[in-house]
């Protein structure tokens, strides 16, 4: 996901609001956000099948739940709470299910990870996604949304209701055990 | 703190993910099939009851506003330093009026017998001075009631 996602949606929010309008905004509002909204799910959620799934649930939710956004927030950051929610919702309900503890879902993802059919970075992106693989649920989201979508700690402070400074001390720490699943890994190999 | 580029050289900054041909094409079509419907979002806000201040309200601003014109014309008139009081002075046809014997001896009729003798000694000692020939048996003669 790109940073094309934090816009300024005033327009297609005026729309949502508008009887008539409604559903052929919402439409928009799917093609605009599937894309980046596709990209956030995935990371944490390693398959399409299951990415594709969660954002249909997402737009479905948003969709039912319209009434609720106040437009005080901005409509990407609304939607970029649900769909994180739908894959965290998701991942507990998958470690609850197949009755795995944190560390066993952990390497069901990077086995996941290895057999991804829909993956085409180089070697280095995949020792990357692996690292990420690894970081707590939190540290994950944080470093995605920084690393990959280039988000203002501020923005994330908004989606993820914690302080900037949690997000910068959650940052740093991500960095750092990339850091250290990099170099355990290098000297394995 | 290292940056990613340093801890891992040949990473691209991309996540690499990719999705099946003409996945998000489809997608908005796929989604509009299954959204259920839903009755219009209603944007009629129910209006709150008005209390007595704001019922008040415009009627208070529209007050405000006429003194505060009030004001603002008072204040003009007292920067610009023209008085309103009519005086002989700054009125031209009250001195005119004032200079004109006749309307003097006619109309302003309240001068006093005092008034009128200083005023007569007045003119007899300045025209004593000025050597002027004035016949004083016409001002002597003149009978006081």
């Not at chain 2, 005119?96 to 003097?104: E, G």
Request: glycine residues 4%; negative net charge.
């Amino acid at each position: 996901m790109s940073t094309a996602l934090i816009k300024d949606d005033a327009e297609l929010v005026s729309r949502l609001r508008t009887p008539g309008q409604c559903r052929k905004a919402f439409e928009d509002v799917i093609k605009l956000y599937s894309e980046p909204l596709y990209h956030t799910i995935r990371r944490l959620v390693p398959n399409h099948e299951d990415t594709n799934d969660l954002l249909q649930n997402t737009f479905v939710k948003a969709w039912m739940s319209l009434e609720n956004f106040r437009g005080d927030a901005k409509l990407s950051t609304w939607l970029y709470k649900i769909a994180i929610n739908e894959s965290l919702t998701h991942l507990a309900r998958e470690r609850k299910r197949q009755n795995l503890s944190l560390d066993d879902q952990e390497s069901a993802i990077i086995n996941q990870i290895e057999a991804d059919e829909y993956f085409d970075g180089n070697q280095a992106d995949l020792l990357l996604r692996k690292a990420i693989a690894t970081l707590p649920e939190k540290q994950r989201l944080v470093f995605n949304m920084k690393y990959f979508d280039e988000m203002k700690y501020e923005e994330m402070s908004d989606i993820l209701g914690t302080s900037v400074g949690a997000l910068k001390t959650s940052y740093h720490l991500a960095v750092k055990k990339i850091e250290n699943f990099v170099k355990k890994n290098s000297l394995q190999n | 703190m290292k940056e990613i580029k340093e801890i891992i050289p040949n990473s691209t900054h991309s996540d690499g993910i990719k999705v099946p041909e003409g996945y998000f094409e489809d997608f908005a079509a796929r989604m509009s099939q299954i959204l259920p419907e839903r009755p219009e979002l209603d944007v009629r806000k129910i209006t709150p009851p008005r209390s007595i201040w704001q019922r008040v309200r415009p009627y208070a601003f529209m007050a405000a506003m006429f003194a505060g014109v009030w004001c603002m014309l008072k204040m003009f008139t007292m920067m610009s330093g023209v008085s309103t009081e009519i005086s002989f002075d700054n009125d031209p046809v009250l001195s005119d009026a004032a200079s004109n014997d006749i309307i003097v001896s006619e109309i302003i009729d309240d001068v006093s017998h005092y008034e009128f003798y200083e005023y007569c000694d007045y003119e007899l000692l300045n025209a004593d001075s000025l050597g002027l020939d004035i016949d004083t048996s016409k001002v002597s003669g003149l009978v006081i009631e």
